[in-house]
């Protein structure tokens, strides 16, 4: 009931911003990951507090699951001080090092290789911390990827690399990418780490995964590679679905049958068939939801921006 409120919490968030982003207040470009949820909210419950991830340009679902505020985020959209960031990261650097969310970037691999350089350090300070790492299957085209896949398994690192596998980077299909045939999970076993392929969507699945992996990490065996199986609903950067703009590098049918395979809805399911939740119950907690996350956009919207004396504060 839990991970299926979480769920609920960050769909909220990124439908709220997918909204009300046509009014052109939040001057950020926006990557939202709205049918990914399951995966930041699987990977994250696994993981302790003074546990760090790190991630990418679409990282809104992490930096929620690993218990970042709402009010928060919403104020780093519009810019206000009282962003996560200060209002200067914008939708692509956020940060919440209370909660384990060192940063955020758009370049493919950075991430990885910072994670793993903590996962180093947490190595020599001689405790069980675990660090984690969010990537699409973008950055497997990245040298930097087998260069940090390399160096965890000589060191037996503790890092968990999650690659959100949903087909494309930006608009490019995977098979045209990648030659026939190829295995993310074989290529990070030619380093000698544990690799997992999952379905992405299904919020238990990737729970028990990364139970599995982060356990075998605070035991000092080695790095772990999960492969998630999940699918964007909407544009690459931006609030529309492709369709509305008549993008052609996918079919809307191609979107349609994977929306039928929502995390929320399939979460929703598992649990009116265990008879843990009615469907008039789980109406009621989006609803709850939802007028909690719109009133924390209400109120980032009327936060304070950023003072000019501070224009060059952090530079």
């Known amino acids: 009931m839990a991970l299926h409120r979480e769920l609920l919490r960050i769909r909220s968030s990124e439908e709220t ?68 960031s200060g209002g200067r990261g914008g939708s692509v650097h956020l940060t919440d090092r209370e909660r384990g969310v060192v940063f955020t970037s758009a370049i493919l691999g950075e991430a990885s290789a910072v994670a793993t350089g903590a996962a180093l350090s947490f190595q020599m300070d001689g405790g069980d911390r675990v660090a984690v790492t969010f990537f699409g299957e973008g950055s497997m085209d990245e040298g930097a990827i087998y260069e940090c896949l390399n160096y965890a398994a000589i060191k037996r690192l503790p890092v968990l690399y999650v690659c959100e596998n949903n087909l494309y980077a930006t608009e490019t299909r995977l098979d045209v990418r990648q030659a026939p045939g190829s295995d993310l999970c074989e290529r990070a076993r030619s380093f000698r780490l544990t690799a997992e392929r999952i379905d992405g969507n299904d919020i238990v699945a990737v729970l028990e995964a990364s139970q599995r992996a982060v356990d075998q990490l605070r035991r000092g065996e080695g790095p772990v590679f999960l492969e998630c199986m999940t699918y964007r609903w909407r544009e690459h950067v931006g609030p529309y679905f492709d369709h509305e703009l008549d993008r052609t590098y996918r079919s809307q049918q191609e979107v349609e049958e994977w929306i039928e395979r929502c995390p929320i809805k399939r979460s929703g399911e598992r649990l009116v068939q265990q008879g843990l939740a009615t469907r008039a119950e789980l109406d009621v907690w989006a609803e709850a939801i939802q007028a909690e996350v719109t009133t924390a956009f209400d109120q980032a919207r009327q936060a304070p921006w950023p003072e000019v004396s501070t224009l060059f504060d952090f530079v």
């Open 17 to 84: 911003i997918a909204a009300r982003y046509k009014d052109q207040e939040m001057r950020t470009p926006t990557h939202l990951g709205t049918g990914q949820e399951a995966v930041a909210v699987g990977v994250c419950q696994a993981l302790r507090l003074d546990d760090v991830v790190f991630s990418h340009h679409r990282c809104h679902n992490h930096f929620l699951a690993k218990g970042g505020s709402v009010f928060q985020l919403a104020s780093e959209l519009y810019g206000r001080a009282t962003g996560c």
